[in-house]
């Protein structure tokens, strides 16, 4: 594609619910982040993936955040049981292989009531 | 652990006015550098990087940035800002010894430009 894509644009949920966050990065990236951008913060990192390579999960906040790549193309992030400390922009980026620029897609704004 | 530090959260500058934004680091061994920056409704974009060589890189729209190793800073400059350039610019350092992946951002600097 043109460039990566996020769905949905915005989330809004109730505390407790689950929410699925999906990653569609540029055709034949192989490095793909997950950051979470909270209000007034910088981005913190989440998790990536790197082709096969098992993910580097070290940023992931607790065990109700969880993330998977399919096929080395899409990526979706789950967040189990929200809560209202996960509202945030959750922004993916994709790069040709690890260390090189990232590119943005537009983030999901998640907003937990 | 390894942290950015940006030290201006909020610039507001007069158009032909010249611009740097600082950047420091914590991390002793090998980086990659990086601006990245948000225009107005607009996906972060890359900015500038500096990965080896010259320390002084040049970026899109007259931007530049050096690398001085020794304060383990990566300054971000623009001689004459305009309007256009009201965006967050954020900072980003790429430590080498995590193989790559974990790229470390700053909090960001919100510019503004008065026309």
């Known amino acids: 594609g043109a460039g990566v894509s996020q769905s949905p644009s915005n989330k809004v949920t109730e505390k407790g619910k689950d929410v699925e966050l999906r990653c569609d990065p540029i055709?034949?990236?192989?490095?793909l982040y997950w950051y979470r951008q909270s209000l007034g913060q910088g981005l913190e990192f989440l998790i990536y993936?790197?082709?096969?390579?098992?993910?580097?999960k070290s940023g992931l906040p607790s065990d109700r955040f969880s993330a998977e790549r399919t096929g080395g193309s899409v990526s979706t992030l789950t967040i189990q049981r929200t809560q209202q400390e996960d509202s945030a922009v959750y922004l993916c980026?994709?790069?040709?292989?690890?260390?090189?620029?990232?590119?943005f897609g537009p983030g999901t704004r998640l907003t937990v009531l | 652990a390894q942290s950015v530090s940006q030290h201006n959260h909020h610039v507001i500058l007069s158009e032909a006015a010249s611009l740097e934004l600082g950047c420091n680091y914590s991390?002793?061994?090998?980086?990659?550098l990086f601006w990245y920056v948000q225009y107005p409704g607009q996906h972060l974009q890359l900015l500038l990087k500096?990965?080896?060589?010259?320390?002084l890189v040049k970026g899109i729209k007259g931007f530049e940035a050096e690398f001085i190793k020794s304060k383990f800073s990566f300054n971000l400059r623009k001689p004459s800002v305009q309007w256009s350039d009201t965006a967050e610019y954020f900072c980003?350092?790429?430590?080498?010894?995590?193989?790559?992946?974990?790229?470390?951002f700053g909090a960001g600097t919100r510019l503004f430009v008065k026309a």
């Open positions: 980026a994709s790069s040709s292989r690890a260390r090189e620029t990232q590119y």
């Open positions: 055709s034949g990236h192989t490095a």
């Open positions: 993936f790197q082709g096969n390579s098992a993910p580097d």
């Open positions: 991390y002793g061994g090998t980086v990659n």
């Open positions: 500096y990965f080896s060589g010259d320390p």
């Open positions: 980003a350092v790429n430590p080498a010894h995590t193989g790559g992946f974990k790229t470390i």
